[in-house]
């Protein structure tokens, strides 16, 4: 009685709150209320796949969607990224009918590491896939140990891990689960050193000895070995290879991948999906075709004309180091022969409002010398960012500092070269009403 | 006046406690070097390095995740007379957060495990909690005899409680946190405040994270003229000032601890 109370009142709350944009949280919390184990009554005649990891979640489980859409499949999932209890239980009590009865072909959910143990304890995943482990938000998260913490609780004896072999952390998980592993081999944008600062598996996971890397692709994700207990990258079922950065294309499997956004974290969000696709029985041709006519989210990465110039908005998440690194990643990848003026709006913590600018001391600003005509910082640590960026090397003529964003048009304007704006996910509305008004 | 033209920075245990912008204290001091034409040399020893102390002009060490930390301390305590003679020498030294743990007498790094012994230069002990305590920190240091005004920022899940008996100097006065930090008998709280950190002539130990030494250019010009052994640095601290003075102003109006 009280589950179908749940449902009934959840769905309605969904189409309200559909029509007033706001149906992705609050319709699964108030039906929690009403019956907090919903969760686990609720019965799946297909597969759930879940997507978690610190970077790549949303674009991964978007990508899962769209492969088994394309091919036919009935899907329903949080493609918003509503990724914590309350919108995994919308998703669900919208997805399932009044009995309770979930008839897609599949669930795929997003979910947040740090809630993967609040909510697998209500069901579990047939196949979780999880994209990395980095440090993120560490005044939310906690360190990487304490994610491995929890999504070891997560974790079902049963369910076939899907994992990054390039992660030597995530790639570690849950070591008595069955496995399938995606990766990325060597590509011409790969290093002998790691081009960031931040890097989290400098030790082995297992022993704490000091790793060795044989290429790096980005951060902490490479090929790896650990001279003292032999701990190493493991062989990929699904590799990618024979990438491309100027065209986006590359192979899994002998099958030809192609991308509009070529970089090698997006390319391993792809194999990933790939990989997760070919574990429930999707044929590696057909998989690979759908994912190559994705395009990630307008949300995530925006292109657009402000006046004569170029736009390109970048969005990376609060306090996460290793996503603004792509986001830097990208802006320096792109071919600009007028130059680039990159614009970071740097907020406070977004869910304490503590003043905290640590993070920024483990983004690699450096990188930016030399590439770039112009930075303008804004937002209410646009002072700190610009010691920052004076820390790292640039010169002092090249960063502008206007912490109102609202009077920003006129900063921007005196600047020269293709725009790169590289934000928080929350704070992208307010920056584009006033560059593009 | 010494005319160094060359210090050397020893980061301890760069790959296992680099948990939140602790490169930015080293990259503070190499900026403030850089301007004077000195060369910086940043040395790394970790697990398996026979430590050396007698070689370099600054000792750096910083927070990390317990199991990290445990091996660290573990390591260090290896060394402990060449670190004691070095504290004693006055080579300068940051230990930032959990680091801190290290130094007291004793340190729990997880909940129901032993505690182990620490290096016993400070008169505390601490213990790992699990209970998450963030909070922005404003505060008086203590530390470059200028008692200026410092921002910093903790995020840890270990308690410190301090001997009554102990003598040792309290790194600043907190102004602002967002709750008691620790129990610390010498604070005087008839007079309303309380203490944080610790320090033993040029060491200074805080719980206070990451890149405290940018965010507080006042540390970071103390730490460099204690490194090269000379007052007459070159370093244009305006930005960083202006940067430190408008995060202190949003915490003017909040109620002292």
Redesign the interface.
Known sequence: MRFTLALLVGKLLAKLGGLLGKATNLPGQVALKICPDLMARIRFNGKVLAVTGSNGKTTTANLVAHILTQNGYSVAGNAKGSNLTGGVATTLLCASDLHGRARQDFIVLEVDERYSRLIFRWFSPDYPLVTNLF?DQ??RN????VIVDKLHQAIGPDVQLVLNSCDPISGDLAPHNSRVYYGLAKTPLSTDESPN?T?DA??CPRC?G?MQYSYYHYNHIGQYRCPSCGYQSPKPQYLATDFDPATGDFAVGGQRVHTSYPSLFHVLNITGAIALCCSVGLPLDRAVAAASTFTVSKERLETFAVGDRQATMILSKNQNPVSFDQSISYLLERDCPGGKTAIILVNNINH?G???T?????ISFERLVGQVEQVVCTGPRA??L???L??AGLRPDQVRIQ?EVRQLAPVVADTTGDLFILTEIYDAHSILEVICP | MSDKREVTLLWLY???L???????NM??LQ?IFAQNQINCVLRCQ???DALDFDSCDFVYMGP?????LQ?ATQHLRQYRPQFMQAVQRGVPMLFCGGAVMALGQSAQFAAGRPPEEGLGLFAYTTADSGE?F???VTAIERFTGLDLRT?G?V?R?AAQQWSAASADRRFCQLLYTSRPLDCDPQADSAAGFRTEGAICNNLLATWQ???LL??NPGLARHFAQLIAGRQDLIFDDS??Q??LE??LR?FSGLQAI
Do not use: C, I
Request: no cysteine; hydrophobic share 40%.
């Open positions: 440090r560490l005044t906690g360190n990487v140990d600062l890097h400098r030790v704490l000091r304490t503590h003043k905290d640590t993070w920024l001391y483990d002072l700190d610009a010691v920052r004076q820390v912490p | 760069d790959d296992l680099d948990l939140y912008g602790d490169r930015g990259m503070a900026y970790s697990l398996g990390g995740k317990a199991r990290n091996a998450v963030v909070s922005d921002y920022f995020n899940t994270l990451g890149p940018v965010k930005l960083w202006q940067a408008a995060t949003e």
